[in-house]
């Protein structure tokens, strides 16, 4: 990899002159012009110019347009070291040039060592929960808005009992009247706590982080020393960089769960936008998210599997600067999918439900045990029937969504 470059790759549709067109992305996004300067000003601008690392002109059909992979290279001197400098040089104004999308972008150390990457990642996270065998199991807190404080305690300490390691709130709970964000890590965190002495596991409660832009960083150190034991953050609404200034402030001493908000505007185009991998997958982990949420492959607001797959990927890999990051394929999970999110993304990750614990016909409490005897089922390499047989949570669950 070019050291002094941050290398983007892009797929092109419609040119026929590819390697023209990356010249001219080369040019107009680093120093605007080149043939009509005079020889002392391009020995000036020889630093600041990017340059085409490669063009492969790709396969299509006689019925599609014809499509190119380009391999620009800019210069880190012309960057800051944040995610809207880096996005703004190479997909900017050449994000409205017709079919182009970002693919992924290569950075060198020199440049990555300037993001915060996850404070705890996957390790860091097990650690504080104290479970290092299986997936972990997260709750979307989904009776939130409008309800005071005390009906939120119940369905807290609900989805406790139910065995899962994390709540998080709901992202859209912004309006928080009824039930302040400290009162609520107030409440929940004591609640923790005795189950803590109980069961010797600690559950992490993700509080939403919301307000003006120019707050949250405040907000998170605030929460922080309140006892807050995780925050939650739209990132893609708030932007990457303010996820940055979170993770890297040292006040901040906890995780950091990046919803994926907003994201579909982005990435499901074949033809525009960011793909999912580098949107979701490694602008999160640099940015300094441990644990990061994504469209499972299997539920109404379904992810391809291969993009899926990707991402989680890029979260997990091994990197000499940043910690890896928890995947959490989210959205349609119900306990009869276990075993599948198991087989296709490994036991290092978070299975995230709402619906699927909530809808239990036997109650939240009940939803979360079905998760868990489905977990540690499939762990074991028991079949979730076999299970069932001594879980009349997990035989609900089963009658209500069947096993995939």
Same mark, same amino acid.
Request: net charge negative; hydrophobic share 40%; charged share 20%.
């Given at each position: #990899?070019?050291?002094?470059?941050?290398?983007?790759?892009?797929?092109?549709?419609?040119?026929?002159?590819?390697?023209?067109?990356?010249?001219?992305?080369?040019? @107009?996004?680093?120093? @605007?012009?080149?043939?009509?300067?005079?020889?002392?000003?391009?020995?000036? #601008?020889?630093?600041?110019?990017?340059?085409? /690392?490669?063009?492969?002109?790709?396969?299509?059909? +006689?019925?599609? +347009?014809?499509?190119?992979?380009? !391999? /620009?290279?800019? =210069?880190?001197?012309?960057?800051?070291?944040? /995610?809207?400098?880096?996005?703004?040089?190479?997909?900017?104004?050449?994000? !409205?040039?017709?079919?182009?999308?970002?693919?992924?972008?290569?950075? =060198?150390?020199?440049?990555?060592?300037?993001?915060?990457?996850?404070?705890?990642?996957?390790?860091?996270?097990?650690?504080?929960?104290?479970?290092?065998?299986?997936? %972990?199991?997260?709750?979307?807190?989904?009776?939130?808005?409008?309800?005071?404080?005390?009906?939120?305690?119940?369905?807290?300490?609900?989805?406790?009992?139910?065995?899962?390691?994390?709540?998080?709130?709901?992202?859209?709970?912004?309006?928080?009247?009824?039930?302040?964000?400290?009162?609520? /890590?107030?409440?929940?965190?004591?609640?923790?706590?005795?189950?803590?002495?109980?069961?010797?596991?600690?559950?992490?409660?993700?509080?939403?982080?919301?307000?003006?832009?120019?707050?949250?960083?405040?907000?998170?150190?605030?929460?922080?020393?309140?006892?807050?034991?995780?925050?939650?953050?739209?990132?893609?609404?708030?932007?990457?960089?303010?996820?940055?200034?979170?993770?890297?402030?040292?006040?901040?001493?906890? =995780?950091?769960?990046?919803?994926?908000?907003?994201?579909?505007? %982005?990435?499901?185009?074949?033809?525009?936008?960011?793909?999912?991998?580098?949107?979701?997958?490694?602008? #999160?982990?640099?940015?300094?998210?441990?644990?990061?949420?994504?469209? +499972?492959?299997?539920?109404?607001?379904?992810?391809?599997?291969?993009?899926?797959?990707?991402?989680?990927?890029?979260?997990?890999? =091994?990197?000499?600067?940043?910690?890896?990051?928890?995947?959490?394929? +989210?959205?349609?999970?119900?306990?009869?999918?276990?075993?599948?999110?198991?087989?296709?993304?490994?036991?290092?990750?978070?299975?995230?439900?709402?619906? @699927?614990?909530?809808?239990?016909? &036997?109650?939240?409490?009940?939803?979360?045990?079905?998760? #868990?005897?489905?977990?540690?089922?499939?762990?074991? @390499?028991?079949?979730?029937? &076999?299970?069932?047989?001594?879980?009349?949570?997990?035989?609900?669950?089963?009658?209500?969504?069947?096993?995939?």
């Amino acid at each position: #990899m070019e050291k002094d470059f941050v290398i983007a790759t892009y797929l092109v549709h419609g040119h026929l002159n590819f390697y023209k067109k990356a010249q001219e992305i080369a040019v @107009g996004l680093t120093v @605007g012009t080149w043939t009509d300067l005079p020889k002392a000003k391009k020995e000036q #601008m020889i630093p600041h110019l990017g340059k085409v /690392i490669e063009v492969k002109v790709l396969k299509h059909k +006689s019925d599609e +347009s014809p499509k190119a992979l380009l !391999m /620009i290279g800019y =210069p880190i001197i012309n960057i800051n070291p944040d /995610i809207p400098s880096i996005l703004t040089t190479v997909f900017g104004k050449l994000s !409205m040039d017709g079919e182009i999308k970002l693919i992924d972008l290569q950075l =060198p150390d020199s440049l990555l060592s300037n993001f915060p990457g996850p404070r705890f990642g996957i390790e860091g996270i097990r650690r504080i929960i104290g479970v290092h065998n299986r997936p %972990l199991l997260m709750s979307i807190f989904k009776q939130c808005i409008g309800l005071p404080l005390h009906e939120l305690e119940k369905e807290y300490q609900n989805q406790v009992d139910g065995q899962v390691d994390l709540v998080k709130d709901d992202e859209i709970y912004f309006r928080d009247d009824f039930a302040p964000a400290l009162k609520r /890590i107030d409440a929940f965190e004591k609640y923790n706590q005795q189950q803590q002495e109980i069961t010797e596991k600690r559950v992490l409660y993700a509080v939403n982080l919301t307000g003006p832009v120019i707050q949250l960083v405040e907000k998170a150190k605030q929460y922080s020393t309140a006892g807050a034991s995780c925050l939650l953050l739209n990132v893609v609404p708030y932007g990457f960089d303010v996820l940055h200034r979170i993770a890297a402030d040292p006040d901040v001493n906890v =995780p950091i769960i990046a919803h994926p908000s907003f994201t579909g505007s %982005l990435y499901p185009s074949p033809h525009y936008g960011l793909s999912a991998s580098l949107l979701l997958g490694k602008f #999160m982990r640099l940015s300094g998210a441990d644990i990061v949420l994504f469209p +499972s492959p299997y539920g109404s607001v379904a992810m391809p599997k291969e993009d899926a797959l990707e991402l989680t990927n890029l979260l997990q890999s =091994p990197d000499s600067i940043h910690r890896p990051a928890f995947p959490t394929p +989210s959205a349609g999970i119900h306990p009869g999918l276990v075993p599948t999110i198991i087989r296709d993304f490994g036991d290092n990750i978070i299975i995230n439900a709402g619906g @699927g614990i909530h809808g239990h016909p &036997q109650g939240t409490t009940a939803g979360g045990k079905a998760f #868990m005897d489905a977990i540690r089922a499939t762990i074991s @390499g028991q079949t979730l029937d &076999q299970a069932a047989e001594n879980s009349s949570e997990l035989r609900s669950a089963i009658d209500k969504w069947g096993v995939i």
